[in-house]
C-alpha cells in the first residue's frame, strides 16, 4: 500500500465513501448529509498533514504539486511563482475522468477538491480556487498565499 499513487490511494478511498455519501444524502437531505461529509473530511485531511509538524513554504508545494500527478495525466502549468505565492492552472485532471467514469462526479468536488481548502489552512497556506475541471469549468485555478502572522493568529 505504501507504493500506491496518491491517485490509486485517492480514488480507492473515495469508491468506499460514495456509497456511505450516497445514504446519508437519501436519509439526511444532500445539503446537511454534504455538509458532514465536509466536517469529516476535513477533520481527517488536518490530522494528516499535521503529522508533518511544520509549515508549507513555497518551493516545497511547488515540488509536491508537480509529485501530485503521479502515476495519472494531470496537465499543469506554473503561472506565477514566488517567496509567497504559487499560481497554477490545471487544464487535465485524471480525477474528474475517473469521477465520471464511475457515475459520482457530482461527488468529485466534495470528496476530492474541496479537501485541498483544510489542507492548505493546516500547513499555513490560504488557498484561493474558482474553477475546478471537476465541475466542468475546463480547469483548475490554484492561488495559494503563505499565510501572514495575523491570519495564523486568528486560527483555533
Known amino acids: 500500500m505504501a507504493d500506491q499513487t496518491p491517485f ?12 456511505l ?9 444532500k445539503a446537511r448529509a454534504h455538509q458532514l461529509v465536509r466536517e469529516a473530511l476535513d477533520t481527517a485531511n488536518r490530522a494528516i498533514v499535521a503529522q508533518r ?6 518551493p516545497t508545494l511547488a515540488a509536491e504539486f508537480a509529485g501530485f500527478g503521479k502515476g495519472v495525466r494531470y496537465e499543469f502549468e506554473t503561472l506565477e511563482q514566488t517567496d509567497t505565492l504559487l499560481r497554477t492552472q ?17 461527488l468529485g468536488e466534495l470528496l476530492i477538491c474541496n479537501g485541498d481548502f483544510a489542507m492548505a489552512d493546516e500547513l499555513g ?8 475541471c471537476m465541475n466542468g469549468d475546463g480547469q483548475c485555478d490554484f492561488c495559494y498565499h503563505v499565510k501572514a ?3 495564523d493568529a486568528g486560527k483555533s
Do not use: N, W
Open 149 to 151: 502572522k495575523a491570519e
Open 90 to 106: 490545471v487544464t487535465h485532471c485524471d480525477y474528474a475522468e475517473f469521477m465520471e467514469q464511475i457515475g459520482a462526479r457530482d
Open 21 to 29: 455519501v450516497r445514504a446519508m444524502e437519501a436519509e439526511l437531505g
Open 125 to 132: 497556506l490560504r488557498l484561493e480556487r474558482s474553477k475546478t
Open 8 to 19: 490509486q490511494r485517492i480514488t480507492a478511498a473515495v469508491q468506499a465513501q460514495i456509497p
Open 53 to 58: 509538524g511544520s509549515l508549507l513554504d513555497i
